[in-house]
T-cell receptor, first 117, second 109 residues
Framework: GAVVSQHPSWVICKSGTSVKIECRSLDFQATTMFWYRQFPKQSLMLMATSNEGSKATYEQGVEKDKFLINHASLTLSTLTVTSAHPEDSSFYIC?????????????FGPGTRLTVT | TQLLEQSPQFLSIQEGENLTVYCNSSSVFSSLQWYRQEPGEGPVLLVTVVTGGEVKKLKRLTFQFGDARKDSSLHITAAQPGDTGLYLCAGANDYKLSFGAGTTVTVRA
């Protein structure tokens, strides 16, 4: 149980274009989903928290107009990187909170490698 | 600055040896999770500890939550090459996780 998928697993795009990444909870409903980015040899940095049917909450320093998050259903959240630039190249990982279990357990997707050329 | 400090940053041991990874903070957490991440993949949840002083065992892995719920440790007995990976601790408050910088463990055959 508690499986999270991401699509695509990797994407290469040209500078100035937009890229959409999907995150799905496959066997549970996720009220809350999270988006992280991870640079090589570094830990995960939370970008934003999204709740189904409401606006995402962005962490300090994350541009909400650049990283658009939509959480239209209890099983799907999307992250769109708008006007991507090479510095946006990173490993983007989503996670979902099942709302069950001892406390705030998150289950992670396999990640999406974004390369902006 | 990381809310959670992990040590050591890197650990390379021979198969069959034991290892311990530490996760420390000045903050109190309602729960703490340990994850393992392999290159190019997302983190996989290993365990959640909730109660101060709690000890959980998962086969050869032993997890301990400090009495004050500010620190935790992960001990692996008789490490195997399959234990190689990045180990991350994450403290939970409210609904968000704060991750440590991670410990890269390499177990040599």
């Amino acid at each position: 149980g508690a499986v999270v998928s991401q699509h695509p697993s990797w994407v290469i795009c040209k500078s100035g274009t937009s890229v959409k990444i999907e995150c799905r909870s496959l066997d549970f409903q996720a009220t809350t989903m999270f988006w992280y980015r991870q640079f090589p040899k570094q830990s995960l940095m939370l970008m934003a928290t999204s709740n189904e049917g409401s606006k995402a909450t962005y962490e300090q320093g994350v541009e909400k107009d650049k990283f658009l998050i939509n959480h239209a259903s209890l099983t799907l959240s999307t992250l769109t990187v708008t006007s991507a630039h090479p510095e946006d190249s990173s490993f983007y990982i989503c996670s979902a909170d099942t709302g069950q279990g001892p406390a705030y357990e998150q289950y992670f997707g396999p990640g999406t490698r974004l390369t902006v050329t | 600055t990381q809310l959670l400090e992990q040590s050591p940053q890197f650990l390379s041991i021979q198969e069959g040896e034991n290892l311990t990874v530490y996760c420390n903070s000045s903050s109190v957490f309602s729960s703490l999770q340990w994850y393992r991440q392999e290159p190019g993949e997302g983190p996989v949840l290993l365990v959640t500890v909730v109660t101060g002083g709690e000890v959980k065992k998962l086969k050869r892995l032993t997890f301990q939550f400090g009495d004050a719920r500010k620190d935790s440790s992960l001990h692996i007995t008789a490490a195997q090459p399959g234990d190689t990976g990045l180990y991350l601790c994450a403290g939970a408050n409210d609904y968000k996780l704060s991750f440590g910088a991670g410990t890269t463990v390499t177990v040599r055959a």
